[in-house]
């Protein structure tokens, strides 16, 4: 009887092109929406070199400290400069094209000419007081005691750094993934149509269909498990392929815990299940306004961990961290970040456990209150 309740449900849900389309093509849809938003977002806080020319003029040939200390620093792949060599007539022509950021003369004192305020040329600004702060110094100690000349020269080639670069076992931090994140929670929460369903479709007092179960020679909840396993298998795997389309389409990092992000992906279809049946079993409404109560809950949920503005959740993580602990989609979405993030899984667990206590709770009221649940007449 199982196999059979099994097999007839997949059809009905397979057939279903409305709950079909908002559980998996709709998440997809906006996957690809986010893509295009969010792509270009971390790009622009990737430092580019500022582009400067120095006057080629007497000074500049004079100054050999200045020009090779420019020069080095305009070499190599972490270089702060791109460096150009050129006339004060020709600085002058490209930096009114806006070409440059800014052209330094090596006069005494040394200047910086520039046409408008910005970050890189405060950069160039803080490049050449840092230059001449470090020139004066040396100048003053060598007009005091000569002997420390070669010390001093010794000294300047040696740079000490205090902060040791170690590999971090988790991803590179990226708060973009966190709305993706969201969304596969929201995703999962909105298997809750099924879930929905499925109590609607042994509720005598909603349909026919409804009716014809309950008067139907087989126990209710064996009725209910094989429907409801179904449900979770057409869910499981539409979250299946919205992860292989975020992982190997849109390139969304998930991090190298591979069997735990299935775990999580499966429980967290079990929470949208549970949520949906729980929904329905609670409110003796029709099926209309389930469906809106199921669609606002997820929606102000998903807000709340962050899904439409990313610094709502740690406004609220702040300010009222209890909110934090009792929204399953934040709680969701916390854990696959932590799954990317984080070399430890104590506070992953510490969302799965209590997201499994949801979990618990949504089935134990869904239970009592249908098991309890007569008909005078059908």
């Known amino acids: 009887m199982f196999v059979h309740i099994f097999s007839y449900r997949l059809k009905c849900l397979l057939r279903d092109k409305v709950t079909i389309f908002w559980t998996m093509l709709f998440p997809l849809l906006l996957a690809t929406f986010f893509q295009l938003a969010f792509s270009n977002l971390t790009t622009g806080e990737k430092f580019k070199p500022v582009t400067i020319i120095a006057v080629d003029n007497a000074a500049w040939q004079k100054n050999n400290t200045f020009r090779r200390v420019l020069e080095d620093v305009s070499t190599g792949e972490d270089r702060l400069f791109n460096l150009t060599v050129a006339s004060e007539e020709e600085a002058n022509r490209l930096l ?4 440059i950021s800014g052209y330094i003369v090596a006069d005494e004192p040394i200047r910086l000419v520039i046409n408008k305020s910005g970050i890189n040329q405060s950069i160039i600004k803080s490049f050449i007081d840092s230059y001449m702060q470090n020139y004066s110094t040396f100048e003053r100690i060598v007009n005091e005691d000569p002997s420390k000349h070669k010390q001093l020269v010794d000294t300047a080639a040696i740079r000490q750094t205090f902060i040791h670069e170690t590999d971090f076992p988790g991803g590179e931090p990226n708060y973009i993934v966190n709305y993706f994140y969201t969304l596969i929670a929201m995703t999962c929460f909105y298997g809750g149509f099924m879930g929905m369903r499925e109590i609607n479709d042994i509720q005598a007092n909603i349909s026919p269909a409804a009716a014809r179960v309950n008067v139907a020679p087989i126990h209710k909840l064996k009725a209910f498990l094989s429907s409801s396993a ?7 795997s539409e979250m299946l392929i919205l992860l292989a389309y975020l992982k190997f389409i849109l ?6 815990r591979i ?4 775990l ?3 429980i967290g279809s079990i929470a949208g299940l549970s949520f949906g049946a729980f929904i329905s079993a609670l409110f003796k409404k029709s099926e209309g306004a389930k469906t809106g ?15 439409m503005q990313l610094s709502i959740k740690y406004i609220i993580s702040q300010k009222a961290p209890l909110l934090s602990w009792i929204n399953p989609l934040n709680l969701l979405t916390d854990a696959f970040y932590c799954l990317y993030y984080y070399d430890t899984l104590s506070r992953y667990m510490l969302n799965m456990t209590i997201l499994l206590a949801f979990i618990l709770l949504f089935c134990s009221v869904t239970y009592f209150i249908i098991r309890r649940r007569k008909y005078a007449s059908l």
């Open 96 to 99: 009114l094209g806006n070409k």
């Open 230 to 236: 179904a449900s979770l298998l057409v869910q499981y």
């Open 251 to 256: 390139n969304v990092g998930f991090g190298n």
């Open 259 to 262: 069997g735990l992000i299935f």
């Open 264 to 266: 999580t992906t499966f």
């Open 293 to 307: 109560i199921l669609i606002l809950s997820t929606m102000v949920c998903s807000f709340l961990a962050g899904m």
